[in-house]
């Protein structure tokens, strides 16, 4: 006769406790994606191929960033209920070591091809264009779906980053079309961008525990859930920018579970490197 298996007992914390943590691992997830674009954009402020441009990018990082602003001091709220103690916005921006960053890879690869190195190479703008339209393209179905989560403070957090997140796919999808469909020389590299990068968004889609228990709470939505929203307006830009998909690749980067590419190490260093050096200092 076949006995049932007894689940073992550390199992049964292990899944307690994703369940406990998961709506604080989600927020903090938002957050690090938008402080790391942000941190990324802001790269091109003084560099900027156009005057306007320059602005324009200044102000998505800035909008990027206070998203992460709100998110991380909710993300204190949260914190503060499960251990007692709140973190500031500032403890999780430049206190945190790089495994415990959670944001897709996608947004902290440097704005260039798959072949730069670790050192400061020179920026492509094909590349910043091809991936705020990407993140852009999920964060605008994302936001929306986002208000009606049983987390009152994410659900406000969200309204106010959709309308954003609008403007940022506006901006971004605008160009793509402007370079794709360009000169010859603008087409190529818009293609090469986007075969560089689009491999990336499939770890944005990828199901893994921490989203799924957030979404079982009500918090979270599933981005998976998105993924034909996201394509819809990502195919028909292409069209309008005449640029082809690439062949569908099954690489799944991992960001999300804190296992980074070799560029996020250089980021941080430069974002932390200021507070760390002068720790406790204010301005």
């Not at 369940?19 to 954009?41: E, M, S």
């Not at 929306?144 to 989560?149: D, F, I, K, V, Y």
């Not at 987390?151 to 940022?168: M, N, V």
Request: glycine share 6%.
């Amino acid at each position: 006769m076949m006995q049932t298996p007894i689940a073992d007992d550390r199992s049964l914390d292990r899944t307690a406790d994703l369940a406990r943590t998961a709506p604080l691992q989600y927020v903090l997830r938002l957050a690090d994606n938008a402080l790391i674009l942000g941190q990324r954009n802001a790269e091109w402020c003084g560099h900027g191929p156009a005057l306007e441009e320059d602005i324009a990018l200044a102000n998505i990082s800035l909008d990027l960033i206070g998203q992460a602003r709100l998110l991380y001091t909710h993300a204190g709220e949260l914190e503060g209920r499960l251990t007692g103690r709140a973190r500031q916005e500032d403890e999780y921006a430049y206190w945190r070591e790089e495994r415990e960053f959670r944001n897709w890879t996608l947004l902290e690869l440097p704005h260039t091809g798959p072949l730069a190195g670790t050192a400061r190479t020179e920026r492509d703008y094909a590349v910043t264009i091809m991936r705020n339209f990407l993140y852009g393209a999920l964060m605008a179905a994302l936001w929306p779906a986002l208000e009606t989560s049983r987390d009152a403070g994410l659900a406000a957090i969200a309204a106010k980053s959709a309308k954003e997140a609008r403007y940022h796919l506006q901006h971004a999808a605008g160009w793509v079309v402007r370079l794709g469909d360009g000169t010859d020389a603008s087409h190529v590299r818009m293609q090469r961008a986007l075969d560089h990068l689009l491999p990336y968004m499939n770890e944005c889609f990828a199901p893994d525990p921490v989203e799924q228990a957030a979404a079982d709470q009500g918090v979270a939505v599933p981005t998976a859930s998105l993924r034909d929203d996201w394509e819809a307006i990502v195919h028909a830009t292409l069209e309008d920018a005449t640029l082809r998909l690439p062949a569908p690749s099954a690489f799944v980067s991992t960001g999300k579970l804190g296992v980074h590419s070799e560029h996020m190490s250089y980021l941080l260093a430069e974002m932390q490197g200021l507070a760390r050096a002068h720790p406790g200092a204010q301005w």
